[in-house]
């Protein structure tokens, strides 16, 4: 006879957590021991920063306001100016579920009750949950790809040849159309390396190959732009990878507050 699962409501008062509704909450807190807990979509948990609260989640589809952002934006204050500490769990994100009003929580699929500590790194009006383990490495980043290193090792082999192969007379036509200078910064690699760095750019898809469900044609113009390779490092710091806009908006603040850099 199969164990039965424990359910997340479970687990999270397991820990001494608690909530103010079990339905549409995605944080808890234990004021004891002075922590907070955000549930991590599998969807938002590729890469060194992981997406646990954004403005876009204050109201729904609908415009009706998502009733766990309140509470969630007082968690992500009590970390911040009170000194709690940040903790997350692992869970599968199974779509939006549907009310009868057309809108709904999230629902989880599964989830795993494991607590890992987390620090956390703030970007405009959206929060991350960042591994303080996290060295930096070489990740290898393809042109072509954001594949998360969780996909078995015959599966991200066969994007990155799908990838390639769908990907030379797209990008062909994305440097047509947008030229080479990075779409972030400016960057322009002939401009300082002369020809050895003539037609030299990196292409980024601005819809992640990995989220497209089976075949998708590629519009070079609409999809793809151009960006260097430190900016596209940069946008794929963090999981969704970072907006172009707010690539740039990060740049012109860093200038404004150090222009000698």
């Not at 876009?56 to 952002?69: E, I, L, S």
């Not at 929060?127 to 290898?140: K, L, M, S």
């Not at 989220?211 to 946008?235: F, K, Q, Y």
Request: net charge neutral; charged share 25%.
């Amino acid at each position: 006879m199969s164990k039965k699962k424990q359910s997340r409501r479970a687990f999270i008062e397991l820990i001494g957590a608690t909530c103010q509704n079990w339905q549409w909450s995605w944080s808890f807190v234990n004021r004891d021991e002075r922590f907070v807990v955000f549930g991590a979509w599998d969807i938002h948990t590729a890469g060194r920063h992981s997406l646990i609260l954004s403005g876009k989640w204050r109201a729904k589809n609908t415009g009706r306001k998502n009733p766990g952002y309140a509470q969630s934006r007082e968690h992500i204050r009590l970390v911040v100016e009170d000194g709690y500490a940040l903790k997350t769990f692992p869970m599968k994100w199974g779509g939006p579920s549907k009310e009868d009003s057309g809108d709904g929580p999230a629902k989880i699929d599964d989830f795993d009750p494991i607590l890992s500590a987390r620090g956390l790194l703030q970007l405009g009006d959206d929060w991350y949950a960042t591994d303080p383990t996290h060295r930096a490495v070489d990740t290898g980043l393809a042109e072509e790809l954001d594949a998360p290193e969780r996909y078995p090792e015959g599966a991200r082999k066969q994007i990155v040849v799908n990838a390639v192969e769908r990907s030379a007379k797209a990008r062909t036509a994305c440097i047509r159309h947008h030229g080479l200078d990075c779409v972030a910064c400016g960057f322009n690699f002939e401009r300082v390396y002369g020809a050895l760095g003539g037609d030299f750019i990196h292409v980024h898809h601005l819809v992640p190959v990995t989220s497209l469900r089976g075949e998708r044609e590629v519009d070079p113009v609409a999809d793809l732009v151009p960006v260097c390779p430190n900016c596209h490092a940069m946008i794929h710091q963090v999981t969704p990878p970072l907006e172009i806009a707010r690539l740039k908006e990060l740049i012109r603040e860093q200038i404004a507050a150090d222009p000698c850099a």
